[in-house]
C-alpha cells in the first residue's frame, strides 16, 4: 500500500537550514502530484510546495526563495530544503500525494491530497 515517511525535521535558529525527506513505497514518486504542507498549532493547514510528476514545482509566496522542493527518483523522495528559516516556519510539516499527475496550485484546497505522511516537527527560535 501506499504509505509516506517523512524525515528531517529538528529545532534550529532562526537563519539556519533543515533538509526534509519524504520517502515513498508502494507506488513510484515520480506519477503523482506530491506537497509539502505544514501545520501550526492553532492554525490551518498550509500548502507550501508541490511537485508535479513532470517536475513542474510551485511554491507558496510566504517561502519562495528561501525552500526548495525536489525529487530523486531513484531514491523514490522527494525532499525540501529550507533555508533562512523564520520562527513562523515552526510547524508540522507533512508530504502528501494526490492522484493527479499535474499539481493544483499551492493555494488549493489541501482535501484534495488522499495520502499523507506522519509529519516531522520543525521548530525554529529566535
Known amino acids: 500500500q501506499v504509505q509516506l515517511v517523512e524525515s528531517g525535521g529538528g529545532s534550529v535558529q532562526a537563519g539556519g537550514s533543515l533538509r526534509l525527506s519524504c520517502e515513498a513505497s508502494g507506488y513510484s514518486i515520480s506519477s503523482y502530484c506530491l506537497a509539502w504542507i505544514r501545520q501550526a498549532p492553532g492554525k490551518e493547514r498550509e500548502a507550501i510546495a508541490n511537485?508535479?510528476?513532470?517536475?513542474?514545482?510551485l511554491y507558496a509566496e510566504s517561502v519562495e526563495g528561501r525552500f526548495t522542493i525536489s525529487r530523486d527518483n531513484a531514491k523514490n523522495t522527494v525532499y525540501l530544503q529550507m533555508n533562512s528559516l523564520k520562527p513562523e516556519d515552526t510547524a508540522m510539516y507533512y508530504c502528501?500525494?494526490?492522484?493527479?499527475?499535474?499539481?493544483?496550485?499551492?493555494?488549493?484546497?489541501?482535501?484534495?491530497?488522499?495520502?499523507w505522511g506522519q509529519g516531522t516537527q520543525v521548530t525554529v527560535s529566535s
Open positions: 511537485i508535479a510528476s513532470g517536475s513542474t514545482t
Open positions: 502528501a500525494r494526490n492522484s493527479y499527475r499535474a499539481c493544483p496550485r499551492v493555494t488549493a484546497d489541501t482535501a484534495s491530497y488522499n495520502y
